[in-house]
């Protein structure tokens, strides 16, 4: 999307990855599981992703699934370059709990400041709730985080 304002805070591009093995009931983007489904991603196709984000009425970027931690080494090139081309924020949904992370994993969000974690469970739907669908799952500040040693809930402004 090249513009979303439901997907984390203020302004956003947002990608929807291709491919997710939890198949959570009741997923609202049940058309993403197919790993072989979705459009070819290309490194033109990312630029112009990038670059979407680098508008100066744009606060940052989501990625959503699918899963994107299930998408090996693009993931972490992608979250690289737009930290380093842009410097704005990046929001991450996940159904992976961080507690649960692999090393590859971690050095993926490393370089995300949000992340959303945890399957959605139908069973703990809650509309009310910003930027998650179900109440297990969390909003976790990454910096903090990663600097303090424990999980630090993300602050929504």
Not at 25 to 51: A, H, P, S
Not at 70 to 96: C, N, P, R, Y
Not at 136 to 157: F, H, S
Request: charged share 30%.
């Amino acid at each position: 999307r090249e513009m979303d304002i439901s997907n984390g805070e203020g302004i956003r591009v947002s990608l929807f990855v291709q491919g997710c093995r939890f198949h959570c009931k009741g997923c609202f983007n049940k058309e993403t599981w197919d790993f072989n489904g979705g459009k070819e991603w290309t490194k033109d196709i990312e630029q112009e992703f990038i670059e979407l984000g680098e508008r100066k009425y744009i606060d940052g970027y989501s990625i959503l699934g699918g899963e994107p931690l299930a998408q090996d080494q693009q993931i972490l090139e992608l979250v690289k370059k737009i930290k380093t081309h842009t410097g704005k924020s990046i929001w991450m949904w996940t159904g992976f709990e961080f507690e649960n992370l692999n090393e590859f994993q971690k050095e993926a969000i490393s370089y995300v400041d949000v992340l959303v974690d945890g399957k959605f469970v139908e069973e703990l739907k809650d509309m009310k709730l910003q930027f998650r669908g179900s109440s297990n799952q969390r909003i976790i500040d990454i910096k903090e985080t990663l600097q303090k040693g424990y999980v630090v809930p993300y602050k929504i402004k």
